[in-house]
Every structure is written in C-alpha cells, then in structure tokens.
C-alpha cells in the first residue's frame, strides 16, 4: 500500500497542526497504524499508533496529551492532531501502516511494513 503524507509546516510553539497520511491504492480499514518522527541526527521514534477500528490507541509519553490519533476508514485516511507544539516535536513525520489482526496496535518501526515518504514540522520558538 502506497501512503501519503501531508499537512506538515512551520507554526509557533503553543500552536497546532493536523498531519493527514492517505492510502493511494488499498483501503486501510485492514491495517494497524502509526506516525513516528525523526529529527536530525536522531533516530526514528515512535508518536502513536491506533487499531483497525480505531478502538485502541497509543501514544508515546512525549506527546501524550497534546496529540490525538485518529482514523477514517472511509476516507482511507489517518490523522495526527498535533496541539501545544514544543520546539522538539520539530522532525520530519512519518505515516506507516502493516496488516495485523483486528484490535492490534503496533508501536516499534520495523514492525512496519509500509511506509509514507514523511512531511516536515518545524515549530518555531
């Protein structure tokens, strides 16, 4: 499946963005979800991931409270609300997407198998 990412930018810290990853040829109702980010010279993190139905969600403990993960089966669609931004959430996000059972989350980039080609945040101090 082929994932596309959009919806990064520069904004203030204290500001919101919303990151948008879309499949171009499946439908992504079957899959398990994730957004991670990597800033330079940092490795790849993990940010949250949500289930099939959108029923389970995770998130890492640097974002949690200000991000929301969610997902729009229909739309073939999985969002990243991104609120109270910090300086250090700049990076460039990553949508990723694996086929697993209904109610799995997956929270580690190799378990990935699918990948979107990233879109930048910078948020500026």
């Known amino acids: 499946v082929q994932l596309q990412a959009s919806g990064g930018g520069l904004v203030q810290a204290g500001g919101s963005l919303r990151l948008s990853c879309t499949a171009s040829e499946r439908t992504l109702s079957t899959y398990v979800m994730g957004w991670f980010r990597q800033a330079p010279g940092k490795e790849r993190e993990f940010v949250a991931t949500?289930?099939?139905?959108?029923?389970?969600?995770e998130y890492a403990d640097s974002v949690k409270g200000r991000f929301t993960i969610s997902r729009d089966n229909a739309k073939n669609t999985v969002y990243l609300q991104m609120n109270k931004l910090k300086p250090e959430d700049s990076a460039v996000y990553y949508c990723?997407?694996?086929?697993?059972?209904?109610?799995?989350?997956?929270?580690?980039?190799?378990?990935?198998?699918?990948w979107g080609q990233g879109t930048l945040v910078t948020v500026s101090s």
């Open positions: 990723a997407a694996d086929r697993r059972v209904s109610g799995a989350i997956l929270t580690s980039s190799w378990e990935y198998r699918n």
């Open positions: 949500i289930s099939w139905a959108g029923t389970r969600r």
